[in-house]
């Protein structure tokens, strides 16, 4: 990769980090709200128990077919210029996705009752509750369908700004709900206080926040100025090649989905919404660190691909492999310094250890982002499905194997506290309930009390810890058979340089992340001023570490935020 195509790619993911780092933030913010106007006790589980159902059924029948092909399929006609096909495309995969998904809402609200009645160790009385919000939640299916479309025809023609901003909107639209439910029923009134109006807020509003999602897309759509018509027919071989990588991406993402059913049947009566929790604070160094860079060349590799140039190919995937497993080195470092203060500002203490459980998979997981991608873009469907299918089945499995030996605690929390397994809100270090206000101590307890280990009044870990530790082995899996893949489907040059880069990101994240928690430890008892400090500490000691011996591959970044700085 040329330097000037190197700065080129930092200037957009640089765009998309800066709009992912908004969106997160109001991600963060709805998932803050939610925890102060729904809580973390029964009535959460089950709203989150019955808004994730759709999120499964559509992921395994369209979802992950539908992220993996539109790039691939689009990106050689818009770099030729070629309108009218891409035209054709995009309004047969829209047509099919109206065709299968319509239908599919409709059975889903017809099946509510029983499929709420799957959800084990639930009272039937909210069973009911889960079956009303799942009908209203149905609609949600086509729309999904609707939103990966459009966000794949934008980005295959480098519009990335919307399909970050739409995600912005939509978690605006959601706290709305949530808000307004604390005002219909009261705040954490559970389901002592819940009536049919507070009801039809949670479930109505999350649904309206899809419907932003997915139609708020349509405004940069129309600049493209193709000619949308109904049809079921590809032209050429798009549809052979669309089935190809549809069926890749349908294993991948319904894989993903057996690991959610492990989790809601061995944390719904307990741990789910701290599980929630920890995996959205996971969730937001892999959106802003390796998910930008990965959709910023995630077009460029499939164009190099099509054009069946090998050299911009490899070029271009080995530097951004570095980058992000460099970057996820300091998100993994962020994760485990700031877990505390983190839990605390959102009213989720007993997420806490669950974050530092999850943190070690985000080296995985971030080159999941990039590789599955790359091999999607030269039509390596089989390896990305079978890496991917593989990695989330270890996860799976390694979860099952603690419950099944007892290992899980089941209540969800690192002191033992709460009726629901997630509910002990004191500071995680000692007792009091600042924490629920977000400004109690992160805690200054040892190492032991960092990971869940330690002496918690009852045999095993925590929920949240087990579920999580699990997911990092399933993605540290994952990973490795992702790089294995691509070495053997593009060569060892696809990935030069890839095992420096890896060694010098976890060392300098064990560092940083060491370097943080002991900061954090010494910042007093705020947990906002907690993380502030923890925060920098985190970034210089890793800046430190890591720039001397991999500056090349941070280097675009830096110049780019140098230039921004400068500019402002």
Not at 550 to 565: C, E, F, S, T
Request: hydrophobic share 55%; proline share 4%.
């Amino acid at each position: 990769m040329t330097a000037r195509s190197a700065t080129k790619l930092a200037g957009a993911a640089a765009l998309i980090t800066v709009l992912t780092v908004v969106a997160r933030i109001a991600g963060f913010a709805r998932t803050f709200v939610f925890l102060h106007t729904v809580g973390i006790h029964d009535l959460a589980n089950i709203y989150n128990a019955a808004n994730t159902i759709p999120n499964i059924v559509f992921e395994l029948v369209a979802g992950g077919a539908l992220a993996s092909l539109v790039v691939p399929l689009l990106a050689g006609h818009v770099v030729a210029g070629d309108t009218e096909r891409v035209g054709t495309v995009t309004s047969a995969l829209l047509t099919w996705v109206l065709v299968l998904m319509v239908p599919l809402a409709v059975l889903v609200a017809l099946l509510a009752g029983p499929i709420a009645g799957l959800l084990p160790d639930v009272p039937p009385d909210h069973q009911e509750t889960a079956a009303s919000m799942l009908r209203v939640f149905a609609p949600q299916l086509p729309l999904y369908g609707i939103g990966i479309v459009l966000t794949g025809v934008l980005q295959a023609h480098h519009r990335f700004a919307w399909p970050v901003i739409a995600p912005l909107l939509s978690s605006v639209t959601v706290m709305g709900a949530y808000l307004t439910y604390a005002m219909v029923d009261g705040a954490k009134s559970d389901f002592g206080g819940l009536t049919r109006t507070g009801e039809l807020t949670l479930s109505v509003g999350t649904s309206l926040g899809v419907v932003v999602l997915a139609l708020c897309l349509l405004i940069p759509l129309r600049r493209l100025h193709l000619p949308l018509r109904p049809t079921l027919r590809f032209p050429g071989g798009e549809g052979r090649q669309a089935v190809r990588l549809g069926w890749a991406g349908a294993v991948t993402v319904g894989s993903q989905q057996i690991m959610t059913v492990v989790v809601i049947a061995l944390a719904v009566s307990g741990a789910l919404t701290a599980y929630n929790a920890a995996q959205t604070v996971f969730l937001l160094p892999w959106a802003v660190l390796a998910v930008p860079l990965a959709t910023a060349v995630y077009p460029t590799l499939a164009a190099a691909a099509t054009r069946g140039d090998e050299e911009a190919y490899r070029s271009s995937l080995s530097a951004t492999a570095r980058t992000v497993t460099l970057l996820a080195g300091l998100g993994a470092a962020a994760l485990v310094a700031l877990a505390g203060p983190i839990a605390h500002l959102i009213d989720a203490v007993p997420a806490e250890n669950g974050i530092v459980g999850f943190a070690p998979g985000l080296f995985g997981y971030a080159l999941f982002a990039l590789l599955s991608r790359a091999l999607y873009a030269r039509g390596a469907t089989v390896a990305a499905a079978v890496s991917t299918a593989v990695g989330w089945l270890v996860a799976a499995a390694v979860a099952l194997l603690l419950a099944a030996s007892g290992s899980l605690r089941g209540d969800g929390s690192a002191d033992g506290g709460g009726t629901s397994g997630v509910s002990g809100l004191g500071s995680a270090g000692g007792g009091g309930t600042s924490g629920g206000q977000g400004l109690g101590s992160a805690g200054d307890g040892g190492a032991s009390d960092a990971l869940g280990l330690g002496s918690a009044g009852g045999g095993g870990i925590p929920d949240v810890v087990g579920l999580g530790l699990a997911s990092a082995v399933g993605m540290t899996v994952l990973g490795v058979l992702l790089v294995l893949a691509v070495r053997r489907h593009a060569g060892p040059e696809a990935l030069a340089g890839l095992g420096r880069a890896t060694v010098v990101g976890i060392v300098a994240a064990g560092v940083a992340a060491l370097a943080g928690r002991a900061v954090v430890g010494f910042s007093g008892h705020l947990a906002l001023v907690q993380g502030l400090c923890g925060g920098v500490a985190v970034l210089l000691v890793f800046g430190a570490v890591a720039y001397p011996l991999a500056g090349r591959d941070l280097a675009p970044l830096v110049r780019r935020l140098k230039r921004a700085g400068a500019r402002n």
